[in-house]
Each structure stands twice: as structure tokens, then as C-alpha cells.
């Protein structure tokens, strides 16, 4: 089942991202005068096709769905009737083209804006930003950071949720800014705390860089839940059931998911004793053996193929709503967009110097997982998903890369410099480097895609 929404998370979300870049150029290039012959989502054999309008424009779904694009009439890519000239692509002038072709990428901006402000508008979940005890050593700690700490303001930024912190904290790290971090303490007292993330290397950006700053959020004090028992594992083996609380294991009493899980893992292959809270009855000694399983470092660790989650009930005192109205809506989302971008930009750069690893880059395989987690998590997760892939595509289409929008947007900024277009050579030649850089990036994205499946 899990599998089943994967793929059609996926495919909703590829194929919606595809048609509203593609509608962009469409919609333009119309609204220039210029003929569209097609208009496809994917590539290859056409599996349906539909002629509408007074252009009689193909509209295809192919075969090969990953991407699209909108044929026009071009003198370069067959014969142009003497009356139909007027109605060229290549006849139009330089500004035309560059609003035709810069029209996909602000398509899957204007995507992303309305997709923010509707979320923005009904409210999006969040967690309280509450850490806990930084441990010894972390910058965290060194700052003054203490648990109960909640924090306010990063910067100039307010933040209202964790996931605010995260986002913002991000950035600043890339940067490995020293930043100031307004807090109100468990007394209600405010404080503010000067975090020096300058220290942070590449591989702590790899990983969980909040955690080697040291900063967590809060921990519930309250048995953790079974959120969903996975077939073929040690869970469903135990006899675990969905909703399941665990209160203790091995006459320990657990207080939170973390340390559930570190238990877990710390035992593989050893038969643990499971205390169960199942609806109004309590089971006692109920046997579960963890799986082994072996990590990328050789480590063996234990797991039972199950999901747990935080106790629902003590967790939702912790749960805030993040709303605006209308136009402070409007105003966040473009925020968000123009900061997610930005931030996009300056990653593929620091992977370009070698900053930032490439094991950053992610391909079908890790947004196709991604899509399937977010669908599962609810509307408002899967709209933020949409939000930040229609971003991504908006970025990657406009690197000056041949083949790509952006790489068509550099010949035209030629053309305007010089006074004339590129020989049809040069183009070639463009064509063919676009192709193989285009293929490295994918090769690496798989590379990465494929490493993650296998590490687990």
C-alpha cells in the first residue's frame, strides 16, 4: 500500500509540475502571436494525443515522464508556410523569445507563491521551538542554550515553530554566520544567546547539523505509539498492532520515541520484553526480537520494521498553528519562494567548490520517496512538498546550461550583446556539452538515489 501511494504522490506531483511549467511557455508564446504545434507532457511515443483550438495544437501524454515540452512553428525544425511566417518562433524578436522561454521557470514560481499562500492562509502545523539540553561541549551549550529554552527570534527572522528554526538556522549555517538568537526561558524570562556556527564543516552539513550544534527539540515524557506495523518484520511478528502504546522494555520505563528506538537498536537479535498499553488493557513480557540490520559503517543495529511516533495526546499541548492573513499571506509566500531560491542557488555553488558534497544532490528515486512520506503525512505536507520541487524546477531551469531554459536565456543574452544570434555551430556545440552535463548531474543524482536505498 505504501508503495501504491509512493508512486502516485509521485506521479501527481511530476505530472502537475510539468504541466504548469509547459502552460507557462504556451500561454506566452500564444499571447505572442507564435503557433504551438504540441504541447506534451513526457517524451517519446505519444500514448494519447487530442487536437484543439483553431491551431489545431497537438496535446500528447508520452511515454517517458520525466519532463515535457511545447513544440512551436520554427523556420529551423521544418518548412514554414510563406503566411504562416509571421507566426515563428524564430522570426519573433529577442525579447519575445527570452519571455516565451523564461515563462516555464516563473510558472513553477507563481506555483510555489500560491501554494504558500493557501497553506499560509489555512494554517500550517507545526512543533512548538522548545529545545532540550544541549549536550556538553556543542556550540549550543557554550551559548547558554538550556532546555526549556523557546526561541523567538533568529537574526532579524521570527520563528514560531520548529520547523521555522530549522529552516532558518540552514541558511545561517551554509554561511557559518555567528548569529544572535532571542529566546524566552522556562521562567518566561527573555534572553538572547550568540550561536557561532563558523565551525561547522561540510560532512556536519551532510548530516544533522543541528545536532552537532547541539540543538534539539523538546523530548515528550510519554510512552511512545506504534504508528504503523510494517509486513514482513520483528513488529509484526510480536503481534504489535497499530496505536499500541509502549510503556516499558525490559522492565525499563520509556518516557519518549528516542529512546524506544535507541533501545531497539542497541539489541539486535536479542529478545526484548515489551510492556503494552492496547486500548483500556495493559500487556506485560510480550516477546519482540529485533531484526538485524547492518549500517554503511559496519555497525550491527537492531530494528523491528515498524514506525513509531510521539504519544499524540501529550503531543499536541506542543503543536502550533502557523497563519497569517491574506495579504500577510501573500507577503510570506513570496518570502519563502525568494528564500528557498536563493538558498538553491547557493548550494549548487558551495557543491560546485566543493563546499558542500554532492551527496547532496537528489534524483527520482529520493523525491519519489519524499512525495510518497509527504502524501502520507497530509494535505499540508504534500502541498509543501509540491512548493519546494515546483521551486527546484524553477532554479534548475534557468542555469545556464544548454538543453535547459536557462541555457536558451545565455544564447539570447549573446544575441543582444553582439547584435546578432549564434551560428548554428556554436549551438551544436552548446547542445552537445548541455547533453553531457545534464547527464553527469543525473548520474550523480542516481549515484546518490541508489547509495541512500542501499545504506538504508
Known sequence: MTLLITIAAFV???????????YGHFVVARACGVRVLR???GFGRPLWMKRLGRDATEWVVAAFPLGGYV?????????????????????????????????????????????????????????????????????AQTAGFAAGDVLVSIGDDRVISWQDVRWILLQHAVRKSIVMIQVRDKRGAAASRRLDMSRLTPADLDSDFMKSLGLARFQVTAPPEVRRVNPDGAAL??????????????????ENVEQAIATIQRHPGKTLLFDIRRGERVLTAVSVTPDTHIEKDGRKIGRINAELGNNREAFSKYLVQVRYGPVDSLIQAFNQ?????????????????????LKNLSGPITIAD??????????ASY???????????????????????????????????????LSDRAIEIGQHVGLALLVVLMAFALYNDIHRLIGG
Not at 248 to 253: E, G, M, P, Q
Not at 337 to 357: A, N, Y
Not at 403 to 408: A, E, F, T, V, Y
Request: charged share 15%.
Open 39 to 41: 504541447f506534451s507532457i
Open 71 to 139: 513544440k512551436m512553428l520554427d523556420e529551423r525544425e521544418g518548412p514554414v508556410a510563406r503566411e504562416e511566417l509571421p507566426r515563428a518562433f524564430n522570426r519573433q524578436s529577442v525579447w519575445r523569445r527570452v519571455a516565451i522561454v523564461v515563462a516555464g521557470p516563473v510558472a513553477n514560481f507563481l506555483l510555489a507563491i500560491v501554494l504558500y499562500w493557501v497553506l499560509f492562509v489555512y494554517g500550517v502545523p507545526g512543533i512548538r521551538p522548545e529545545i532540550s539540553e544541549p549536550p556538553p561541549g556543542t556550540p
Open 370 to 379: 519524499y512525495a510518497g512520506q509527504s502524501a502520507q503525512g497530509g494535505v
Open 383 to 421: 502541498l509543501l512538498f509540491l512548493a519546494l520541487i515546483s521551486i527546484s524546477l524553477g532554479v534548475l531551469n534557468l542555469l545556464p546550461i544548454p538543453l535547459l531554459d536557462g541555457g536558451h536565456l545565455m544564447y539570447y543574452a549573446i544575441e543582444i550583446l553582439q547584435g546578432r544570434p
Open 337 to 357: 519562494t525568494w528564500d528557498t531560491s536563493v538558498f538553491s542557488l547557493t548550494m549548487l555553488g558551495k557543491m560546485i567548490v566543493g563546499e558542500v558534497s
Open 12 to 22: 501527481v506531483a511530476l505530472g502537475c509540475l510539468i504541466v504548469v511549467h509547459e
Open 237 to 254: 511478528r510480536a503481534g504489535l498492532k497499530q496505536d499500541d502504546q509502549i510503556l516499558a522494555i525490559d522492565n525499563t520505563r520509556i
